[in-house]
Structure formats: C-alpha cells, structure tokens
C-alpha cells in the first residue's frame, strides 16, 4: 500500500471521493496525510465526484480507476476520456481486503441476497458460487453504501460485501473475512484537479489517450513504436470503443516519465501531430511501496550531477 504522502496538489482544502463513509475509496484517501486533513465531500457516484471538482464545487476529485482482479473503471475512464477535461495529480494503490457482512447475529447459511458495488462483487466471484450459489447479487453505488444499506434498513437474510471500516461504522458483523478470490487483490486511485501539473521527481508517470486517424492495418502499431523508438516503457496499453461505431476504438496508455522529459515531450510532439487527437490525462509521481525509495535516489542522483556540473565550469578559464 502507498502509505506515503508524495508531490501534487498539496494543500487541497476540499476533495470529493466516493461515498458514502467508510468506502474503499475513503480508505485510500486517509493513507495520504495531505488529503487526509482536508474537507471530504462524500458523492454518491463517481460521476458526481468528477463533476463537482469540474465545476468548481470542490479542489479535487479522487475516485478509484483500475483494479487487479477487475481492470478498468470504466465510470472513471469513461469520464476522463469522453466527458470531464481533468488532470491527474496523484495514484494511491491500496491494498483491497473484502468481506462478507450483515447484521449481528445472522447465519451464512442463512443469506439470500448480498449487495455490493459490481466491481466488488466480481472480485469474489469464486466465493459466492462455492459458497453463496443460490443467492440475489444486488448492484449498490459502492460498497460502503451496500454495507450503509443493509446495517440501516435491515432485512433477513441480507448481507454486504464491503470493507471492514464500513462494516464497523453501519453496526455489520462479519460473517467471512477476505472472501475476494486472489489476496494479491489492489485498488488503483488517482486525485483529479481541473488543472496543473505536479513537478517531476524522476519516478513518475504520465497517462495519455490516443484516437486514431482512420482505422488502417498498422496503426496500433505506428502508435507504439514512436514509444519504443525512445525506450519509454509503457505500464498501461487498453483499448476503449470510441464511441463512435462498432470497430473504432480509443487507446489508454500510461507511460514511465514526465512531460518536463524531453524525449517524453517530443513524442507526444510527434503522436499530436500523427493521430486524429491525443488527450492528455497528467504527468504525476507514480504509486508503490518503492516510490520514495526510488525519487530519493533520483533526486541524489540529480544533485550529484549538478555538483559535477558546476565543478567542470568552475574551470572555465579566458581563452
């Protein structure tokens, strides 16, 4: 889990994320300290957690994008390619533990419907047919609405998948810990603002849409190769459909490197001018436990550099 606070849009006084209390999604948000002491607006959606940073209503937005078990969100993409002009500040990787609770005192034998956001409810896909077969899978808006839900309007033999915070906040007990099918299971998050770019801290990343001109044999790969050309290694390549006919498809890529990185800038120079369109999502510090690790010794290796620097010219005599 990213428990570290790392650069972008420091000191946001209000941010929007999905709700309600006790989401995965709030989880994630509290192992940031700079977030953590902000003003959280719960949204009911992920759509409104956008929109409410894109008017103006709230600072940033921050809304889970990709999952391990799952992939894409496609809410949040959806939104970030086709409807909303925000950038992306920060990634957050959490760790996703899911459980299966209700009120004190009922039975696992004795369920018959479990509500949950879809996303969660296909991580324990595995669970719920070996030991759920028969049951009602009802879609919630998140998970912690379905645990809202069943804690506040309870019915017999109604349970929640959700996570453990907001099975303790709505009074559930847990009737079957870590029931997701893989424990290697991670929510990806990212904060979105409606502008600015976090400064390069040499372990980052930058995320990028690109539409293709027309749809010809080799244009996947025309696209890829200006990144190969460059050794930039790509850590995301998804297709989404365009929504403009069957067969004509958007690509989401997610690039090591900072658009301060020039052969970062003259690719996207080149893609710009090559392609139909290219949509840019944010330049910001990439997540994971080796993140600090990794710009510690960039940011060493760049000062050392400097001083090397500054000593050859420190020899510049007259001619």
């Not at 719960?42 to 709230?58: D, P, R, W």
């Not at 991670?186 to 502008?195: E, G, H, I, K």
């Not at 790969?221 to 050309?229: C, D, P, T």
């Not at 001083?307 to 050859?312: C, E, G, H, M, P």
Request: proline letters at 7%; charged letters at 20%.
């Amino acid at each position: 889990m990213n428990a570290a606070a790392v650069p972008g849009a420091e000191g946001a006084k209000t941010i929007a994320f999905l709700g309600p209390a006790g989401t995965f999604t709030e989880e994630a948000l509290f192992t940031q300290p700079d977030y953590a002491s902000a003003e959280h607006v719960a949204a009911t959606t992920i759509t409104e957690a956008l929109e409410a940073v894109g008017n103006g209503q709230v600072e940033l937005a921050f809304v889970p994008i990709e999952n391990a078990i799952e992939g894409t969100v496609n809410a949040t993409v959806d939104s970030l390619v086709f409807e909303v002009d925000l950038l992306i500040q920060r990634e957050v990787v959490l760790d996703v533990h899911i459980h299966l609770a209700a009120p004190p005192g009922t039975e696992l034998g004795t369920i018959t419907r479990v509500l949950s956001f879809p996303h969660a409810t296909a991580q324990c896909r595995r669970f719920l047919a070996e030991r759920l077969p028969n049951v009602e899978v009802v879609p919630t808006n998140s998970t912690a609405e379905a645990a809202r839900i069943v804690g506040t309007e309870p019915q017999p033999g109604t349970a929640a998948l959700a996570p453990r915070l907001a099975a303790e906040l709505y009074g559930l007990e847990v009737l079957a810990h870590g029931v997701e099918d893989h424990p290697d299971n991670q929510t990806r998050f990212v904060a979105l603002a409606p502008d600015g770019l976090p400064f390069p801290t040499g372990h980052d990343k930058t995320s990028i849409v690109c539409f293709q001109r027309e749809d010809r044999p080799g244009s996947l790969h025309g696209i890829l190769s200006e990144f190969a050309a460059r050794s930039i290694n790509l850590t995301k390549l998804e297709s989404r459909p365009s929504k403009r006919g069957l067969g004509n498809y958007c690509f989401l890529i997610d690039l090591e490197g900072h658009l301060a990185d020039e052969v970062v800038a003259d690719c996207l120079r080149v893609l710009h001018a090559e392609l139909a369109g290219v949509k840019f999502l944010g330049s910001y510090p990439a997540a994971g436990d080796h993140g600090p690790a990794v710009r510690a010794r960039a940011d060493t290796a760049w000062r050392e550099a400097e001083a090397w620097v500054d000593s050859l010219r420190s020899q510049m005599r007259p001619s």
